[in-house]
């Protein structure tokens, strides 16, 4: 398992942590999310061999949260 971080700038609540969770869930391939909701980030473990960064990344902004590669904030 590999570890993605992302900067998800808009993601502010409860409702919006647990999209991002149920939408990463739902990928073959990540094996645990977790959404930080002080920080605005997300951390995803995934298999690379089954599902790639790119693919993590555009669920996410499926679901209506723009990411950013981590540390990209200010």
Do not use: W
């Not at 599902?51 to 679901?63: G, L, R």
């Amino acid at each position: 398992m590999e570890t993605l971080n992302l900067d998800v700038p808009t993601v502010h609540c409860r409702s919006c942590k647990l999209n991002i969770e149920e939408t990463l869930d739902e990928l073959h391939g990540v094996g645990t999310s977790d959404v930080d909701l002080d920080a605005c980030t997300v951390t995803v473990s995934y298999d690379p061999g089954s599902v790639s960064p790119d693919a993590i990344t555009h669920s996410i902004e499926q679901a209506g949260f723009p990411v950013r590669p981590a540390g990209s904030m200010d």
